[in-house]
């Protein structure tokens, strides 16, 4: 087998924060092979490096699929190779395009994100199926599907009691995003203009909730700016219902349309 290094994304605690498996040197392995890796891994995501040089083709896989983009486990890789090679930046080639992320001397990533977009969200079924209702919404956050390299399902609540009370029919969520090509549920509490709480249902990746989701995070970030609700940073609380809390940290630069999403990484001991 590969050597799996373990971090968590999103946090110092390696109690805390998103696990993701990472193989630096995954070149010789065929997409089988990285589909049992991850599955025996378990996490919602490992990240495998195919080749080196300025720019190192990235794939994410999930326990049950490949994932054309995945945040908190680019962080994980990004520290990873800043631990052995130095901190700087790294350009890493993803299925859904190039992604730069700048490590710094504290080990703290930065990425960013492909160019996103926002459009319309079909809810469907989906209330029926977190088992919510439409007074569970925020008004003021409308339902919009956001992308920045993965697509994702946002949806307001109103009540961080809302949030906290997370029973869904796995099953049924499962179909539902398959059917829209959706990688997660990004379920928000607005605290106030600056701070939010997040939580991301995963099952098309055989997972019941993401602890911290970079991608959904910089999607969130198009979100908001779609809605007019764009603020310069913008802090994700994440995981504190799983007892894994993650801080995650988005940017939004009004020179440039891509998303900016920040946290550390530390290593999970063997």
Same mark, same amino acid.
């Given at each position: 087998?590969?050597?799996?290094?373990?971090?968590?994304?999103?946090?110092?605690?390696?109690?805390?924060?998103?696990?993701?498996?990472?193989?630096?040197?995954?070149?010789?392995?065929?997409?089988? @092979?990285?589909? &049992?890796? #991850?599955?025996?891994? +378990?996490?919602? $995501?490992?990240? =495998?490096? !195919?080749?080196? *040089?300025? %720019?190192?083709?990235?794939?994410?896989?999930?326990?049950?699929?490949?994932?054309?983009?995945?945040?908190?486990?680019?962080?994980? @890789?990004?520290? &990873?190779? #800043?631990?052995?090679? +130095?901190?700087? $930046?790294?350009? =890493?080639? !993803?299925?859904? *395009?190039? %992604?730069?992320?700048?490590?710094?001397?504290?080990?703290?990533?930065?990425?960013?994100?492909?160019?996103?977009?926002?459009?319309?969200?079909?809810? &469907?079924?989906?209330?029926?199926?977190?088992?919510?209702?439409?007074?569970d919404l925020d008004p003021e956050l409308p339902p919009r599907v956001g992308y920045a390299g993965a697509r994702h399902l946002v949806?307001?609540?109103?009540?961080?009691?809302?949030?906290?009370?997370?029973?869904?029919?796995?099953?049924?969520?499962?179909?539902?995003?398959?059917?829209?090509?959706?990688?997660?549920?990004?379920?928000?509490?607005?605290?106030?203009?600056?701070?939010?709480?997040?939580?991301?249902?995963?099952?098309?990746?055989?997972?019941?909730?993401?602890?911290?989701?970079?991608?959904?995070?910089?999607?969130?970030?198009?979100?908001?700016?779609?809605?007019?609700?764009?603020?310069?940073?913008?802090?994700?609380?994440?995981?504190?219902?799983?007892?894994?809390?993650s801080l995650i940290t988005v940017e939004l630069r009004p020179d440039d349309p891509r998303i900016r999403v920040s946290g550390h990484?530390?290593?999970?001991?063997?």
């Amino acid at each position: 087998m590969a050597d799996v290094l373990r971090y968590a994304a999103f946090t110092t605690d390696p109690a805390g924060g998103n696990p993701a498996g990472v193989v630096l040197d995954a070149g010789g392995l065929d997409d089988d @092979t990285m589909q &049992a890796i #991850a599955a025996e891994v +378990g996490y919602s $995501e490992t990240a =495998f490096v !195919t080749g080196e *040089g300025a %720019v190192r083709p990235v794939r994410y896989f999930s326990p049950k699929a490949e994932v054309p983009f995945c945040g908190h486990a680019t962080v994980a @890789t990004a520290v &990873a190779l #800043a631990e052995r090679i +130095g901190p700087g $930046e790294i350009v =890493f080639d !993803t299925k859904a *395009g190039r %992604v730069p992320v700048v490590v710094d001397e504290e080990l703290r990533a930065t990425l960013t994100s492909v160019e996103p977009h926002v459009e319309a969200a079909d809810l &469907a079924d989906v209330l029926d199926i977190l088992r919510w209702s439409p007074d569970d919404l925020d008004p003021e956050l409308p339902p919009r599907v956001g992308y920045a390299g993965a697509r994702h399902l946002v949806l307001g609540t109103a009540t961080r009691q809302r949030l906290a009370d997370l029973d869904y029919d796995f099953d049924r969520l499962l179909a539902y995003m398959l059917e829209r090509d959706l990688t997660t549920l990004q379920l928000v509490w607005r605290e106030s203009p600056t701070v939010y709480h997040v939580r991301d249902p995963f099952p098309v990746g055989g997972v019941v909730e993401d602890p911290a989701t970079g991608a959904a995070a910089a999607a969130f970030g198009a979100y908001l700016r779609e809605l007019g609700l764009a603020q310069p940073t913008i802090t994700l609380h994440q995981g504190h219902d799983l007892g894994r809390p993650s801080l995650i940290t988005v940017e939004l630069r009004p020179d440039d349309p891509r998303i900016r999403v920040s946290g550390h990484a530390v290593p999970i001991a063997s």
